[in-house]
């Protein structure tokens, strides 16, 4: 990225720092003109001039970089520091003066690096897969065949477009220059534009007969189907990327890659929380009173887990190594099974006898939560 100017954007403008959008637009236009490189060829001094100019009205045009300048000043703009940085390639940033200087912005005046730019290899483009797992297929890594289409190298041509075994010849459109000249007319005179020839991509060169299979282009749709690893301990949104497993590259570029994007099903026992699971286990009034051994499921299937007599409601018990693994390093979160003790209900007319009778048993020191809570409000009332 190149270095911003350390210069005052409004003084490089040459307008007040109130300046209105029409008064920053006419200064710029001003500027640009004096100092335009078709004007000004080989003074590399115009050209530091020029950009500068450009630079402080990219930002100065804009609202909200320029709300954004007046506040923190040109290191807001500092790629270094985070910010948006500056791009000479964004020519939408130039709102109408875009078209003017387009070919300008292109990575050279001229156009003509531009143009070879744009034949030069280049990755292809990356795709993206959502897929869906289970908690148990996310706590165990498992393999999944994933399938979809995408634009690969036509086999017949190798990429290349042409019939095999037929020769290349010169372009017509472009007569082998690669690139195709257009003379436009702004409000700084008449100038000459640059564009890379569309017929054969800059090369010059095209086949005397198109490839059948791919009718020229090179590229073809292809069916893809593909084992992924989905590592053990994967979370919900993390994705997987299968290199090379994308879209053609350009030019003879490299493909691009794959990424699997996984989400994990909500699951009816289970929660994650980092890397433990969590669930809640219904246990009767007796167990809880009289102690006991009940089944807990876990991720691979039931264990015994034993209740202690006197557990309360909502007592957590972890079960060590039982959650779900790092998915880097190693070892396993574990699993915490909170107890929820059940008041069993639709009593018969026995019933209700029996718990009477087991209830004139009680004795205070049955329950010492409720004695300690009785305790602490007849301290605070009694005088
Ligand atoms: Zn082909
Ligand atoms: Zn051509």
């Known amino acids: 990225m190149r270095k911003l100017s350390k210069r005052d954007y409004y003084e490089i403008l040459g307008v007040e720092k109130g300046a209105s ?17 078709d004007r000004n060829a080989g003074n590399s001094e115009a050209e530091e001039k020029f950009k500068e100019a450009s630079e402080a009205y990219q930002i100065l045009s804009d609202p909200e970089k320029r709300s954004k300048y007046d506040r923190f000043g040109s290191s807001a703009f500092d790629g270094n520091a985070g910010g948006g940085g500056f791009n000479y390639n964004n020519f939408g940033d130039f709102g109408d003066l875009g078209d003017i200087f387009g070919s300008f912005f292109g990575g050279g005046f001229g156009g003509g690096r531009n143009s070879r730019s744009r034949s030069r290899a280049r990755k292809g483009s990356d795709l993206r897969y959502n897929m869906e797992i289970t908690l148990e297929e996310s706590a165990e890594g498992v393999e999944k065949e994933v399938s979809y289409t995408r634009e690969a ?77 989905i590592p053990a301990g994967i979370e919900s949104g993390q994705r997987v990327r299968v290199s090379g497993f994308g879209e053609v590259g350009e030019n003879g570029g490299p493909y691009g890659d794959l990424y699997i994007y996984v989400f994990i099903k909500e699951h009816e026992i289970f929660e994650r929380v980092d890397n ?62 909170k107890v929820i003790v059940e008041i069993p209900t639709n009593l018969s007319e026995k019933q209700k006898d029996l718990l009477k009778e087991f209830d004139s048993a009680l004795h205070e020191k049955n329950n010492s939560m409720a004695k300690s809570f009785f305790d602490k409000i007849a301290k605070k009332f009694k005088k």
Do not use: W
């Not at 959008?21 to 490189?37: F, N, S, V």
């Not at 209740?307 to 396993?332: A, D, M, N």
């Open 21 to 37: 959008q029409d008064e920053i637009k006419k200064a710029y236009r001003k500027l640009a003109m004096k100092h335009h490189p």
């Open 276 to 337: 433990n699971i969590v669930c809640e286990m219904p246990i009767s009034f007796t167990t809880a009173t009289l102690g006991g051994e009940i089944e807990v499921p876990t991720l691979t299937g039931t264990i015994k887990m034993k209740i202690p007599s006197g557990t309360q409601t909502g007592k957590v018990f972890r079960l060590r190594e039982k959650g779900i693994p790092y998915i880097r390093g190693y070892g396993k979160g574990d699993e915490m099974v």
């Open 153 to 229: 190298k036509c086999s017949t041509c190798n990429g290349t477009g042409a019939e095999p075994g037929s020769k290349m010849k010169t372009c017509p459109k472009c007569n082998g220059t690669g690139e195709i000249k257009q003379i436009s007319r702004s409000l700084f005179g008449q100038f000459e534009n640059i564009e890379e020839c569309d017929n054969c991509n800059g090369t010059g060169k095209v086949p005397e007969k198109k490839c059948h299979t791919c009718g020229g282009t090179g590229v073809v749709k292809e069916k893809v189907k593909k084992k992924v690893k």
